[in-house]
């Protein structure tokens, strides 16, 4: 609990320089980092928010001027989103944000220990999917 509310801290403390929080800057660098189409039920699952919040979370994003949503052709439902050229501008910043972070976590912490760490977090996620 300690560590995540650090990380939200430090995440808004980035993307506060900029016209948007760290919510938006996460889901950002997810879009961003993306080869395929994303929609919001991929926000949703990558994560873990409720349609309702994700919904909001892209309404900002959309007021923002960083995305915008386009319907697919076979389904008017299913809306693609798509980043805009300002998000684009912000592209490398947000991906040295996230870099610099991870770094900072990761210093002194072996590639066996990560391994460990991680595979633990995917069981625990498991556990209470």
Known sequence: MKL???LRRKIDAFSSK??????????LHFILAQ????????????????PP???ELLKKMEQ???????AMANDA???RIIVSDKALQYKDMVIEDITSL????????SKSDLDIFFKVIEK??????
Not at 102 to 109: A, S, W
């Open 4 to 6: 995540s509310n650090k």
């Open 77 to 79: 439902r299913m809306k």
């Open 64 to 70: 923002n001027g960083l995305i915008h949503r386009e």
């Open 53 to 55: 919040t994700a919904t």
């Open 18 to 27: 900029e016209n948007f929080s760290g919510s938006q800057g996460r889901v």
């Open 35 to 50: 080869n395929n189409d994303v929609f919001q039920k991929d926000i949703e699952e990558e994560y873990s928010l409720r």
């Open 124 to 129: 625990m996620l498991r556990n209470i999917s």
């Open 102 to 109: 991870e770094d900072e976590l990761t210093k002194g912490i």
